[in-house]
């Protein structure tokens, strides 16, 4: 029990030093990933590393607005039932959804690349 609990801890920190190093260094990241793609397969090497950063913001994106539909539904249901403070569980649920995160998620490593579009 405890040893997959480090398991999962030490993919986390390593998750949050990519995410960090990615953050901290995006362009030249975009830049690597870019010449990497053309020193592996030439320019149909750099159209996939292009795809790539363009479906994960397009997946992104999607994640964003399906938490953002789903606060302000649950939001409205809030607001009909007379709950008190219901816009500021509006904006919990929004952020406990996923959608305050977008480019800062443990799942999400890919920042640099995502600079690519």
């Known amino acids: 029990m405890s040893a997959s609990f480090g398991v999962v801890f030490i993919q986390f920190l390593l998750t949050v030093v990519i995410a960090a190093i990615l953050y901290a260094h995006g362009e030249y990241a975009?830049?690597?990933?870019?010449?990497?793609?053309?020193?592996?397969?030439?320019?149909?090497?750099?159209?996939?590393?292009?795809l790539s950063a363009t479906g994960y913001s397009r997946v992104a994106l999607g994640v964003v607005v399906t938490a953002l539909v789903q606060a302000l539904l649950g939001g409205l249901g809030l607001l009909i039932a007379g709950v008190p403070f219901a816009a500021i569980l509006t904006a919990v649920m929004f952020h406990a959804l996923g959608g305050a995160d977008r480019r800062g998620s443990g799942a999400d490593c890919g920042g640099g690349v995502a600079l690519l579009e």
Do not use: K
Not at 34 to 42: K, P, S, W
């Open 30 to 50: 975009a830049d690597w990933a870019r010449r990497f793609g053309v020193r592996l397969a030439g320019a149909s090497g750099e159209a996939a590393v292009r």
